[in-house]
């Protein structure tokens, strides 16, 4: 069967990674799909409404009833015509006059991007395949977002991570196989909250450590004598099989009892949510004319289409802690393993296997070992970060409110992954964005509201699909460098303002009595 080149390159890059990680060459990347998908959330297909060829999509919130398109497949000299919006007066019937034209468009891929295959939000990547959600990155199969990495397989939430298989949520970190939740690591094979550790396999919630099988530092000769050992197991099975299990798997046929953990209180910083709510109420006024009040009053409307967080409890205090299986990894972790990250790390200095058991270490019996060790912090918090509260997983951010994964961000609340971004509410994915509300995988947005999969643009609303460079904007779609557009049609100025203008007063209106809003980017495009 002919490949693609694309595929034939990715498969050469798959080879010389198994040879870094495992010695030696396992088979063909394609013989490994179904075990590389096990760790990623798979793309969406749907139909091409102009072609009927398959259209790839990194994000599954789209209406189900709701037109596609391929991205290749959009005439961006077309601009739909301005007919019959004189009689406008209200959102409704603007949504109805403009229903027809709304597209969905998939298989996104945009900047400078060559190679890339059967995947989706894909931007500034060159050889891709499978995968989805994506920048800045090159030789990417079965993976799910990230941003600057290079040769990853069946990994998922990596960000300037290089060869890594079958691995979620990295940080800088080089040579990794089964890795979870590890920063600014090295060589590390089933393993799970490590940071500055390298050459470590099967350890948890260590920090700085190198040459420990188990938790257990190892002399150096001794460690290589079990690392070669335990990597020619797994090769071995990786070829007979076409599959290793994961570190869950392995996990699930140990016993274990509740850990004796001492009780240490939670150091991470809360409060501040007054300002957070002065943010929103500040934001609000700037986007839609109206001060809203009381993010909790509105959190329902705020939250939907956006990963939300669990509540869940420590296995060892019964401390309540939060969690976001779309960020840590897609499997579901057990809950009789979950703890704080204090208990965690204070769990990972104080407990280890034993120097007999790490010599006779072996893929059949390892998980007689580890049971005892393998405990899952399921908070992460790196760096300083002041007044984050009902977070999860923030880096060097501040004044947050029931967000996940933040990175350098700052006065935002209801969302996932705002990196480097700051007064965002209601929003999923947003990169160097500011001043927006129910925002979604865009990047370098501003006082921007329901607006998706977009960069580069000011003052839009209801904007979705690769729309870039844009200002000014209502109802637009797969289009660049428009200003005072609706619908994709330049209208001018005052015919623009006075749409908007009677489209903010009533979606303040809704949103001040109701506290919510039935129409989304997401739900415009459905047939009715």
């Not at 393998?374 to 967000?403: H, Q, R």
């Not at 209106?509 to 997401?522: A, G, H």
């Amino acid at each position: 069967m002919a490949r693609s080149e694309t595929l034939n390159i990715l498969n050469r890059r798959f080879k010389g990674a198994c040879k870094i990680l495992l010695r030696e060459e396992i088979g063909e990347v394609w013989e490994f799909d179904e075990w590389l998908e096990g760790m990623i959330e798979k793309n969406r297909i749907e139909k091409s409404c102009v072609s009927g060829k398959d259209v790839v999509l990194g994000i599954k919130e789209y209406a189900k009833n709701a037109k596609f398109v391929s991205f290749d497949e959009i005439d961006y000299g077309k601009i739909c015509g301005k007919e019959g919006l004189g009689g406008i007066k209200s959102m409704d019937g603007l949504i109805s006059a403009l229903s027809g034209r709304f597209m969905y468009a998939g298989n996104l891929v945009i900047g400078k991007s060559s190679h890339v295959e059967k995947s989706a939000n894909i931007s500034d990547s060159h050889f891709v395949y499978d995968s989805a959600l994506y920048g800045d990155c090159k030789y990417l199969h079965k993976s799910t977002l990230g941003r600057l990495n290079e040769d990853l397989f069946g990994s998922h939430g990596c960000g300037e991570s290089q060869f890594c298989i079958r691995c979620t949520q990295t940080y800088r970190d080089k040579r990794c196989f089964e890795a979870w939740m590890t920063q600014n690591c090295s060589d590390v094979y089933y393993s799970f909250n490590l940071d500055f550790c390298s050459e470590c396999m099967f350890c948890f919630n260590l920090r700085s450590k190198k040459h420990c099988i188990g938790n257990l530092q190892l002399e150096p000769a001794e460690y290589f004598k079990v690392k070669e050992r335990l990597l020619g197991e797994m090769a071995g099975m990786l070829k007979k099989g076409k599959k290793l299990p994961s570190l869950l798997d392995i996990l699930a046929k140990s016993k274990w009892g509740k850990p004796a953990i001492p009780n240490i209180p939670i150091t991470n910083q809360v409060g501040g949510k007054d300002e957070v709510e002065r943010a929103f109420s500040k934001t609000a006024k700037l986007i839609l004319g109206t001060e809203l009040r009381g993010i909790d009053s509105h959190k329902e409307w705020l939250l939907k289409y956006t990963h939300t967080l669990q509540r869940l409890k420590s296995a060892s205090s019964g401390k309540e802690v939060l969690f976001l299986p779309f960020v840590v990894a897609l499997p579901a972790l057990p809950d009789g393993r979950l703890l704080t990250m204090e208990e965690a790390l204070w769990l990972g200095e104080h407990s280890s296997i034993g120097k007999e058991e790490a010599g006779g270490m072996s893929m059949a019996n390892v998980h007689e070992s580890i049971g005892k060790i393998g405990f899952f912090p399921i908070e992460f918090w790196e760096g300083k970060n002041i007044f984050v509260t009902d977070c999860y997983m923030s880096l060097y951010s501040a004044y947050c409110y029931m967000t996940s994964a933040m990175v350098e961000a700052k006065y935002c609340a209801c969302g996932m992954w705002p990196r480097t971004s700051e007064h965002c509410f209601g929003f999923d994915s947003l990169l160097d964005c500011s001043f927006c509300i129910k925002c979604y995988s865009s990047t370098k947005l501003m006082r921007c509201f329901e607006v998706n999969d977009s960069n580069n643009c000011t003052d839009c609303l209801f904007c979705r699909h690769n729309v870039e460079n844009c200002h000014d904007c209502l109802f637009c779609f797969n289009v660049k460098n428009l200003k005072y557009a609706i619908g994709n049609a330049v209208v001018g100025k005052e015919e623009y303002e006075r749409i908007k203008k009677l489209l903010l007063g009533e979606i303040a209106q809704k949103l001040e009595k109701d506290k919510k809003l039935d129409w989304s980017v997401y739900n415009i495009g459905a047939k009715k």
